[in-house]
């Protein structure tokens, strides 16, 4: 930080997570740079982030990178020349809508010192490549899970819907900060929902034998969708 400060830098390029800190995406030592990388933020120093992706397309380590993120962008190669060409999926823009987020083709020359990066809206196999089936549409992350964009949409939700969405997202693990970076809200938010209806880790464990039964009549291959769905209806008939 001393280095920054005597610098008075604008902009830091962190080029890459894994190369600049020993374990620094792991979950526990994130921490530490996410202290960092916050106290530039308040700073008012822009800060680019450059990370890899595990094998699953989601983030190598701690999920919490994109938690402190105003933009998280998934790059794709997509180069069949001299020309680097890519493909940009947004994953997160603060404050907008998956429909405001559409992803596009980028291609710059190096060759020519002049040279801008082109733009363009993806073809149909390249919307193909990305799992992009409609714009208001989730793109699948990983084989396992699919994200959900509750981003700006609490509001317009009921309370089952909430329910749902939150227990849907508690199965695949993600603490409650990462459920409000999902809705775009305050994580006081999704506690405060949490405890006035009843659902918490141990009420989850207790009921999740019967609703992977219940979950498996309706698909044999359900989804957690499903399955939150099922754990939330035993939650209620246990409250009634």
């Known amino acids: 930080m001393m280095h920054v400060e005597a610098r008075k830098s604008q902009v830091i390029v962190l080029d890459n997570l894994s190369t600049l800190a020993t374990n620094g995406h792991s979950e526990g030592s994130f921490e530490k740079i996410l202290s960092f990388i916050r106290k530039l933020q308040a700073d ?25 993120a105003d ?10 020349g001299d020309k680097i060409e890519l493909l940009v999926r947004a994953e997160k823009i603060r404050m907008t809508s998956r429909a405001e987020q559409a992803a596009f083709h ?32 989730e793109v699948e992350r990983n084989n396992i899970k699919q994200r959900k964009n509750h981003g700006l949409a609490w509001k317009f939700m009921d309370d089952d819907q909430r329910a749902i969405a939150i ?8 603490p409650d900060d990462v459920i409000a970076a999902n ?16 659902i918490s880790e141990e ?30 209806k035993s939650l209620k008939d246990n409250k009634q």
């Open 183 to 198: 809705f775009a809200i305050r994580e006081i938010a999704i506690t405060d929902f949490k405890q006035q209806h009843g």
């Open 167 to 174: 227990l849907d997202d508690m199965l695949s693990n993600d």
């Open 106 to 137: 980028a291609a710059f020359d190096p060759k020519n010192p002049t040279a801008v990066w082109e733009t363009r809206l993806l073809m149909p196999e390249e919307c193909r490549r990305l799992n992009i089936d409609d714009p208001l549409g």
């Open 71 to 80: 933009q998280s962008l998934h790059l794709f190669s997509a180069g069949n």
């Open 44 to 68: 008012e120093i822009i800060v680019l982030l450059v990370h890899h992706e595990n094998r699953k397309g989601g983030f190598k380590g701690s999920g919490k990178i994109e938690l402190v």
């Open 203 to 232: 009420a989850i464990m207790r009921i999740l034998p019967m609703a992977k039964l219940s979950a498996k009549n309706i698909k044999e291959k359900y989804t957690t969708d499903i399955l939150a769905n099922e754990i939330w």
